[in-house]
Structures are given as structure tokens and as C-alpha cells.
């Protein structure tokens, strides 16, 4: 147990639906993090947060938005998604950035676009 | 922007050493991370570099040459349960939140 739990762990999604990835962290850290990992890619930096202020947005289509609404929860809501978007959506957190700040990550959400 | 390179699969025997080499290429470095991912799992951390040289954490071990723009992450005494990937992560000077990664470094281990 990493301490960033991720929900729901699978999620079949037909192209005009709209759907939530939920994240939480109980590490007591300030900066949130969602990334996408598709097979055999390298995984990519989509958004991060820190102390709930997004301090980056890394060229993602507008059909994802991410929302913190404090330190501890961090969602990305899905609507008209694509085939290609299906992935591993992973999150992760770090109690800060720079140094030996290592990032913690959560078990995924393997999302699948019909 | 960063350019990370790791083999894509490698296949060792149980109590063998592996190396998995990792080169990068980065307008602005600052630091590199290894992590262990098992399939279906959350990529977990293993080490962190800086400096040029040798960290040492028990059976893994992982090297940092900044003028190479070269890392190693060595596993000794390998065990079944270190199948897995190894993924290498390079922070960029400009954002210390941005780690970009390689595709990661599949190990297979076999009895």
C-alpha cells in the first residue's frame, strides 16, 4: 500500500460518455500529479498540482480537465474521449518537488474508450 | 526538453547481476530516479541521483555519470520477484515537478 489509493481501478467508457478518475493521497504531501501510461510508451506528464494550484499542464487535449479541490484529492474529469485515450492513468503525489523529493504513485485506473 | 534511452527487455538468471543502462539526453538536468513497476501495479521508487557516482541500497545499486549523461541500475542476487520494469526518470532543471521518463526496461528473471 502506497498511501495513493485511485478510483475506480477499471473503467469502460463509450466515446460520448462522461466519467471521473478519482485520486487520494494519505501521505500529507502538497503537490498531486496524473500521468498516462500506454503500452510500451514512456509514461507522460499530463498535470500537476501543488497546494492545489495547477503549475502544470503539459499539451493535453481539452477533453480532459483536472480539478484539486484541496491537497488530498485530485480528479480528472473524461468527456468525448478517443480510442487512442485508452491507458493506465496513474496518479501520484510528492511532499514537495526538487532534491530527493521522490513522487509516491497509485495502483492506476485502466481506462478503455469504446 | 529530455530524450531518455533504456533497452526495452532484458532476461537474467536467479542469482545472476543485471545492469540496465539508461543515457538521456536534457537541456537542463537535475536528478534521476529509477522505479520498479510489477505488471498491474504502481511504479514504486528505488533511487535517486545527483551526483556523480555510486548509490548503494542493498542488493540494487545505482550509478550517475552527468558529463556521460549515462545511469546504471544494477540488481544483484536476482530473485523471481524482481521481474518486473524498470523505468529511468530524468528531472528537468527548469520544473522541478516534471520528471520525464524512458519506456522502461522489462526483466525477466528465469530459474
Known amino acids: 500500500e502506497t498511501g495513493v489509493t485511485q478510483t475506480p481501478r477499471h473503467l469502460v467508457m463509450g466515446m460520448t460518455n462522461k466519467k471521473s478518475l478519482k485520486c487520494e493521497q494519505h501521505l500529507g504531501h502538497n503537490a498531486m500529479y496524473w500521468y498516462k501510461q500506454s503500452a510500451k510508451k514512456p509514461l507522460e506528464l499530463m498535470f500537476v498540482?501543488?497546494?492545489?494550484?495547477?503549475?502544470e499542464n503539459n499539451s493535453v487535449p481539452s477533453r480532459f480537465s483536472p480539478e484539486c479541490p484541496n491537497s488530498s484529492h485530485l480528479f480528472l474529469h473524461l468527456h468525448t474521449l478517443q480510442p487512442e485515450d485508452s491507458a493506465l492513468y496513474l496518479c501520484a503525489s510528492s511532499l514537495g518537488a526538487g532534491g530527493t523529493y521522490e513522487q509516491y504513485f497509485g495502483p492506476g485506473t485502466r481506462l478503455t474508450v469504446t | 526538453g529530455q530524450n531518455i534511452d533504456q533497452p526495452t527487455e532484458m532476461t537474467a538468471t536467479e542469482g545472476a547481476i543485471v545492469q540496465i543502462n539508461c543515457t538521456y539526453q536534457?537541456?537542463?538536468?537535475?536528478?534521476l530516479f529509477w522505479y520498479q513497476q510489477h505488471a498491474g501495479e504502481a511504479p514504486t521508487f528505488l533511487s535517486y541521483n545527483v551526483l556523480d557516482g555510486l548509490e548503494e541500497k542493498g542488493r540494487f545499486s545505482s550509478f550517475l555519470s552527468r558529463s556521460k549523461g549515462y545511469s546504471y541500475l544494477l540488481l544483484k542476487e536476482l530473485q523471481m520477484k524482481d521481474s518486473a520494469s524498470y523505468l529511468c526518470a530524468v528531472r528537468d532543471l527548469s520544473n522541478d515537478y516534471k520528471l520525464s521518463f524512458g519506456a522502461g526496461t522489462t526483466v525477466t528473471v528465469r530459474a
Open positions: 536534457t537541456s537542463g538536468f537535475n536528478g
Open positions: 498540482y501543488s497546494l492545489e494550484e495547477r503549475v
